[in-house]
């Protein structure tokens, strides 16, 4: 497993994370906004009404999510989450929401859905990820280029935090519940506690933009996602 600095980790860059704000604070989270609180909101709702379905839709797609690009698989996948009420409530427009709808849903799940019991993935098989390749630079650094033809820079994203997400909630279970468990005050003291799982989930030289709220939610989606896998038939118990 490649190593990068603390730096790299901390570093909350300017660039859009997955349609978020383009000129996003450093302090950007599921919390922190209004429109964000709506979008926690309807996530829990959905959970509370529809947790099978949300099962299937955060195991069904390679990463836990559908390809940012792929309007078909966007719209199948947000059909699954129509529910009236739920939307009615929150007011909520999945269209405008992409990647930052999965996480809220990753989160709503591990708070409702899976007990704090489970503590350890070592036993779960590797997760599904979409491909990514990393290529060696003129200079000796890495770098990414989409796993297949076409791909955008978002599907790239994807798929790197995909495994990050993983790494980081098998490197360190507890904390990454308690960050996924965490109130906006107790957010950046546990980020600050997961920095050598940070730092050992990223591939050395390869430029990733992560805010607290990548940070989060790829580490609410693996751990999600290896929950489920946990509880399938055949794995052993904790």
């Known amino acids: 497993m490649m190593f990068a600095t603390v730096a790299s980790v901390v570093m909350f860059v300017a660039a859009p994370v997955f349609g978020a704000p383009a000129q996003q604070p450093a302090d950007v989270t599921l919390q922190s906004t209004p429109s964000a609180t709506v979008l926690r909101n309807f ?6 009404r529809r947790p099978e379905r949300v099962r299937a839709l955060l195991s069904g797609f390679p990463g836990g999510l559908p390809s940012p690009n792929d309007r078909g698989q966007l719209d199948d996948a947000h059909r ?14 999945l269209r405008m929401r992409g990647h930052l709808l999965w996480y809220a849903l990753a989160e709503a799940y591990v708070r409702q859905q899976v007990p704090a019991t489970v503590t350890d993935f070592a036993g779960v098989a590797l997760l599904e990820h979409p491909a990514v390749a990393l290529q060696q630079g003129a200079e000796g650094a890495s770098s990414v280029s989409p796993g297949v033809n076409g791909d955008s820079a978002a599907d790239r994203d994807s798929a790197l935090l995909s495994r990050f997400g993983e790494c980081v909630a098998r490197f360190d279970t507890p904390n990454s519940r308690r960050l996924i468990m965490a109130e906006l005050a ?35 989606l693996g751990y999600a996602r290896l929950a489920i896998a946990a509880s399938e038939p055949g794995q052993p118990e904790n």
């Open 80 to 93: 699954g989450l129509v529910d009236s009420y739920c939307l009615q409530r929150g007011q909520v427009s």
């Open 43 to 48: 996530a829990t709702c959905v959970v509370e």
């Open 186 to 220: 107790e957010e950046r003291a546990v980020i600050g506690e997961m920095m050598p799982a940070l730092e050992a989930c990223l591939p050395d030289g390869v430029s990733l933009g992560l805010t607290p709220l990548a940070i989060r939610g790829s580490v609410a």
